[in-house]
Protein backbone atom coordinates (compact mmCIF):
# COMPACT_ATOMS: atom_id res chain seq x y z
CA UNK A 1 0.00 0.00 0.00
CA UNK A 2 2.74 2.67 0.91
CA UNK A 3 4.79 1.67 -2.56
CA UNK A 4 1.48 2.39 -4.38
CA UNK A 5 1.10 5.24 -2.61
CA UNK A 6 4.35 6.60 -3.18
CA UNK A 7 4.39 5.75 -6.93
CA UNK A 8 1.59 7.51 -7.12
CA UNK A 9 2.99 10.65 -5.44
CA UNK A 10 5.98 10.79 -7.94
CA UNK A 11 3.66 10.21 -10.56
CA UNK A 12 1.47 13.18 -9.91
CA UNK A 13 4.88 15.60 -8.99
CA UNK A 14 6.02 14.84 -12.39
CA UNK A 15 3.14 15.49 -14.08
CA UNK A 16 2.92 18.63 -11.89
CA UNK A 17 6.30 19.85 -13.42
CA UNK A 18 5.99 18.46 -16.50
CA UNK A 19 2.87 21.01 -17.20
CA UNK A 20 4.84 24.24 -15.35
CA UNK A 21 7.94 23.61 -17.76
CA UNK A 22 5.38 23.57 -20.81
CA UNK A 23 3.69 26.74 -19.85
CA UNK A 24 7.20 28.25 -19.40
CA UNK A 25 8.40 27.60 -22.45
CA UNK A 26 5.63 28.41 -24.55
CA UNK A 27 5.34 32.11 -22.74
CA UNK A 28 9.63 32.23 -23.96
CA UNK A 29 8.90 31.23 -27.14
CA UNK A 30 5.81 34.16 -27.83
CA UNK A 31 8.46 36.59 -26.40
CA UNK A 32 11.23 35.46 -28.81
CA UNK A 33 8.93 34.39 -31.72
CA UNK A 34 10.57 35.66 -35.34
CA UNK A 35 7.29 35.55 -37.00
CA UNK A 36 6.19 38.39 -35.40
CA UNK A 37 8.76 40.39 -36.68
CA UNK A 38 6.63 40.80 -40.21
CA UNK A 39 5.33 44.22 -40.28
CA UNK A 40 6.74 48.00 -40.20
CA UNK A 41 7.99 49.43 -37.33
CA UNK A 42 8.88 53.07 -35.70
CA UNK A 43 11.51 53.68 -33.08
CA UNK A 44 10.01 54.81 -29.77
CA UNK A 45 13.24 55.98 -28.07
CA UNK A 46 13.27 59.86 -27.04
CA UNK A 47 16.50 61.33 -29.08
CA UNK A 48 16.72 59.16 -31.73
CA UNK A 49 14.38 60.66 -34.34
CA UNK A 50 12.51 58.60 -36.51
CA UNK A 51 13.83 55.47 -38.01
CA UNK A 52 11.71 52.33 -39.17
CA UNK A 53 12.45 48.82 -40.26
CA UNK A 54 10.04 46.97 -42.31
CA UNK A 55 10.39 43.45 -41.93
CA UNK A 56 8.89 41.02 -44.90
CA UNK A 57 8.29 37.39 -45.05
CA UNK A 58 11.00 36.71 -47.60
CA UNK A 59 13.45 37.73 -45.94
CA UNK A 60 14.03 41.36 -46.66
CA UNK A 61 14.36 44.10 -44.26
CA UNK A 62 14.02 47.84 -44.89
CA UNK A 63 15.38 50.95 -42.71
CA UNK A 64 14.93 54.50 -43.39
CA UNK A 65 14.03 57.72 -41.85
CA UNK A 66 10.20 57.33 -43.67
CA UNK A 67 8.24 53.92 -44.06
CA UNK A 68 8.59 53.85 -47.57
CA UNK A 69 10.31 51.18 -49.44
CA UNK A 70 11.46 52.83 -52.14
CA UNK A 71 13.78 55.54 -50.18
CA UNK A 72 14.50 53.13 -47.60
CA UNK A 73 18.05 51.08 -47.57
CA UNK A 74 16.95 46.83 -48.31
CA UNK A 75 19.01 44.39 -46.91
CA UNK A 76 18.65 40.66 -46.15
CA UNK A 77 18.02 39.37 -42.40
CA UNK A 78 18.03 35.85 -40.21
CA UNK A 79 15.70 35.61 -37.76
CA UNK A 80 15.92 33.03 -34.81
CA UNK A 81 14.53 32.64 -31.59
CA UNK A 82 15.94 35.84 -29.79
CA UNK A 83 18.64 36.71 -32.22
CA UNK A 84 18.34 38.56 -35.76
CA UNK A 85 21.11 38.93 -37.93
CA UNK A 86 20.91 41.67 -40.65
CA UNK A 87 23.38 41.39 -43.43
CA UNK A 88 24.82 44.92 -44.60
CA UNK A 89 26.82 43.52 -47.54
CA UNK A 90 30.39 43.77 -46.43
CA UNK A 91 29.21 42.88 -42.53
CA UNK A 92 26.60 42.09 -40.62
CA UNK A 93 25.21 43.25 -37.37
CA UNK A 94 23.58 41.01 -35.04
CA UNK A 95 21.22 41.49 -32.20
CA UNK A 96 18.57 40.02 -29.55
CA UNK A 97 15.18 40.76 -29.50
CA UNK A 98 12.16 40.19 -27.34
CA UNK A 99 8.60 40.87 -27.68
CA UNK A 100 6.40 43.03 -24.82
CA UNK A 101 3.38 42.45 -26.68
CA UNK A 102 2.46 41.72 -30.82
CA UNK A 103 2.72 45.40 -30.93
CA UNK A 104 5.82 46.06 -28.69
CA UNK A 105 9.84 44.91 -29.42
CA UNK A 106 13.28 45.44 -27.87
CA UNK A 107 16.01 45.50 -30.19
CA UNK A 108 18.98 45.06 -28.51
CA UNK A 109 23.33 45.19 -28.88
CA UNK A 110 25.08 44.64 -25.96
CA UNK A 111 24.40 47.22 -23.51
CA UNK A 112 21.82 49.34 -25.31
CA UNK A 113 18.14 48.18 -26.64
CA UNK A 114 15.66 49.80 -28.33
CA UNK A 115 11.85 49.68 -28.16
CA UNK A 116 9.91 49.51 -31.58
CA UNK A 117 6.34 49.94 -31.96
CA UNK A 118 4.01 48.14 -34.61
CA UNK A 119 3.04 50.71 -37.12
CA UNK A 120 -0.86 50.03 -37.74
CA UNK A 121 -2.21 50.25 -41.44
CA UNK A 122 -4.76 53.07 -41.68
Given at each position: ?5 CIILIIAALFLISG ?103
Open positions: MKKMSCVSVKETDAESKHDPAKLIGTWRVDEVGIGDEYYIFTEDGLCYWGERPDKNDMKKYNYTAEPMYLEIDKGTYSESYTFRFESDDIFYLGMPQIEWKYIRVKDE
